[in-house]
């Protein structure tokens, strides 16, 4: 009885019969190195889902003496593995990566034929219609997602077929599309994740189980101390809104552990957040609210207490001219000076209670910076520091208020002053930088720390046994209004720079009618 020949046995082989003629030998075209490697790269996903599915199957069968051949949608051989010696046979026979196994060339073969017919496809020894194949018996599934990307085939050196072979090409067709559909969709999640990530100014440190560094992401430069920074604070305990203060800059931390689907810690996410600013602003607004309360309590104190101060130290002065007695008088002076600080302090909170409206002309730096040197030096010499004026040369203006600048000027150096000893050092001088002009104090006094530099402007604060921490607060908000800027320089032991920083002006032939201006 002579067998049935199944209906797609002579499907093949008629459509082999318009390419090739029967032959022992098999002659496939052939990709040159450059060719496949740049073939296999683009077909990455493809090699890397086929290898994923098939690497745990074939250890778990060990004993099997089949190959597995993966090829793209031309037809191109990408890839092989399965049995050594399977393997092997199939490339002295001619069939290895970077032929193409197309029926044109191959004849009907399992791979082939799943490309050709874009179904599954299997043919048991003699089936095939090329005798170099007739020692095989092969099964193949095409990779359809969307469109065709390539197919999939196991190769069994016997004339015959195990029927669960062709069962494990089909689920491994279609485990390999899902592999591809998730590694996408992985894809997609990552580019949008990182996509996030580089709208947003936030700094992610990602640590695996272990603690070690897997990935991070920093959206402006920083240093290696606040990076270790990051990661041993990544390593602690989760927390919400952890605060991280490095190199004058602030860091708010939020920390979680990552689970696996299992339950078990997969690693550690820090995320952190720079709010330096927002803590600036913070206390700035605090300092705003301070200054609202008392602005109102000081302004009527300091009216009441000022009227009746300049009464008492009148009397006083003219008591002192009736004394004789050298003891009486001295007792007097000192009281007199008291009363004199008590009007500098008073002075002060009028002057934040109620400034004075600025009355802006064109100001010559090196003529104001000479008027402050002259009015100063006599206190210099009384306490023995020496004091040297740098004069900048006449001809550099600002738009401004004399005397508000003088006052800027003369309350740095007074502060100078106030931090040296004998035969410490004062430098006033004053440089141009393009459009700019730097009005310099320099002192080798006592120096400050980073944090009473930082504090320096903050109303109130001081390091003095008297007075009110308001000289420089008030200093800082008379160069803003000149849109200038003030800043301090400063470590214990090296003494203070403090630097003005002023827009110059041309000064013109005549002075404006209306020079007089608030701000």
């Known amino acids: ?232 604070l990544t390593r602690q305990e989760e927390a919400d809104h952890a605060e991280l203060t490095l190199d004058d800059q602030v860091y708010q931390a939020d920390i979680r552990c990552l689970y696996d689907s299992t339950g078990q810690l997969s690693g550690k996410i820090g995320v952190f957040r720079n709010v330096t600013q927002l803590k600036r602003l913070e206390a700035r607004a605090q300092d705003a609210e301070k200054l609202s309360l008392l602005t109102s309590l000081t302004a009527g104190i300091a009216h009441e207490i000022r009227n009746p101060l300049t009464t008492a130290r009148g009397f006083l002065q003219l008591f002192l001219k009736r004394l004789s007695s050298e003891e009486d008088k001295r007792f007097l002076e000192l009281t007199i000076e008291e009363l004199d600080r008590i009007h500098h302090l008073v002075t002060d909170f009028m002057s934040l209670a109620r400034p004075n409206p600025p009355r802006f002309a064109h100001v010559d730096v090196a003529a104001l910076l000479e008027a402050v040197a002259e009015f100063i030096q006599p206190e210099m010499s009384l306490h023995s520091v020496r004091f040297d004026v740098t004069p900048l040369p006449r001809g550099v203006w600002v738009w401004g208020d004399e005397n508000q600048l003088k006052q800027v000027v003369l309350n740095i150096i007074q502060n100078a002053l106030q931090a040296c000893t004998q035969n410490d050092t004062i430098r006033l001088s004053a440089r141009v930088h393009g459009q700019m002009v730097d009005i310099v104090v320099e002192d080798t006094g006592l120096g400050m720390d980073p944090d009473q530099v930082r504090r320096a402007f903050t109303p109130f604060y001081t390091t003095k046994a008297s007075g009110t921490g308001l000289g420089l607060f008030i200093c800082k908000r008379i160069v803003e209004a000149h849109q200038g800027k003030i800043d301090i320089d400063s470590a214990p032991g090296r003494g203070t720079r403090v630097t003005v920083r002023l827009q110059c002006t041309h000064k013109p032939e005549r002075e404006p009618r209306n020079a007089d201006a608030t701000v």
């Open 1 to 232: 009885m002579t067998a049935r020949i199944r209906p797609e046995v002579v499907g093949g082989w008629e459509r082999c019969r318009i390419w090739l003629r029967q032959t022992d030998q098999l002659a496939l075209p052939r990709l040159n190195q450059a060719d496949l490697g740049r073939i296999c790269q683009r077909n990455f996903p493809l090699i890397r889902a086929a290898r994923a599915h098939f690497n745990r199957l074939l250890k778990d069968m060990a004993s099997w003496q089949g190959a597995v051949l993966l090829c793209d949608s031309e037809c191109w051989l990408v890839d092989m593995m399965g049995a050594p010696a399977a393997v092997e046979a199939l490339r002295q026979s001619g069939i290895e990566t970077g032929v193409n196994v197309d029926e044109r060339y191959l004849g009907n073969n399992g791979i082939g034929s799943a490309i050709a017919t874009r179904q599954l496809a299997w043919w048991e020894g003699a089936e095939h219609y090329h005798r170099a194949l007739h020692e095989w018996s092969t099964a193949g599934a095409p990779l359809i997602s969307g469109s065709l990307i390539g197919a999939i085939a196991v190769a069994v050196p016997s004339p015959t077929l195990d029927p669960s072979l062709i069962t494990l090409v089909q689920s491994a067709a279609v485990a390999i599309l899902n592999w591809l559909e998730v590694e996408a969709s992985r894809e997609d999640t990552l580019r949008m994740h990182h996509s996030l990530l580089s709208q947003i100014e936030y700094h992610v440190v990602y640590l695996n189980a272990q603690g070690e560094m897997v990935q991070e992401r920093h959206p402006l430069p920083i240093s290696d101390r606040v990076r270790c920074a990051m990661h041993a």
